[in-house]
């Protein structure tokens, strides 16, 4: 029988890489304006990236165990900032594709949209944080 307590171990990098990248090259593409793919590579690593950390975070909601004590804090701010990261990436990928549908580029709307990627590849890498921190300073698995 599979053991269900190593979804989430499995399933966390994927989200991390994807929105960390995404928004690399959504940065390159206001650098680089010649190049369109770069703010395409941009949105599609967003809208996978935001997929996966829904998968992701419910798996962490459905799959990991109880702790207490100072892990069980850690946890729980662990989970805020995931949550917080879900929420960001939804926000962020509703606006990218209403952007897209929208041929012509909203400028307010566009800045609003790098801002909460940028906060969500932020957040991501404070959910990782602690994350690991759980993983390698209590020695508990997610």
């Known amino acids: 029988m599979i053991s269900t307590d190593h979804f989430?171990?499995?399933?966390v990098h994927f989200p991390i890489a994807l929105?960390?990248?995404?928004?690399i090259a959504e940065l390159a593409s206001l650098f680089i304006k010649k190049e369109v793919c770069f703010?395409?590579?941009?949105?599609?690593?967003?809208?996978?990236?935001?997929?996966?950390?829904?998968i992701t975070g419910l798996s962490g909601l459905l799959f990991t165990g109880d702790m207490s004590g100072s892990a069980g804090e850690m946890k729980e701010t662990h989970e805020l900032f995931a949550?917080?990261?879900?929420?960001?990436?939804?926000?962020?990928?509703?606006?990218?594709?209403?952007?897209?549908?929208?041929?012509d580029a909203n400028a307010g709307l566009k800045w609003v949209s790098f801002v909460l990627y940028a906060?969500?590849?932020?957040?991501?890498?404070?959910?990782g944080f602690f994350g690991g921190t759980l993983v390698y300073n209590y020695m508990m698995p997610l």
């Open 19 to 23: 929105v960390a990248l995404g928004f």
């Open 119 to 127: 906060m969500a590849a932020i957040s991501v890498s404070i959910t």
């Open 83 to 103: 949550w917080i990261t879900v929420g960001l990436l939804v926000v962020t990928s509703v606006l990218k594709v209403i952007l897209q549908i929208q041929k």
């Open 39 to 54: 703010y395409k590579i941009g949105f599609y690593l967003l809208i996978v990236g935001t997929l996966s950390a829904v």
């Open 8 to 11: 989430h171990p499995m399933l």
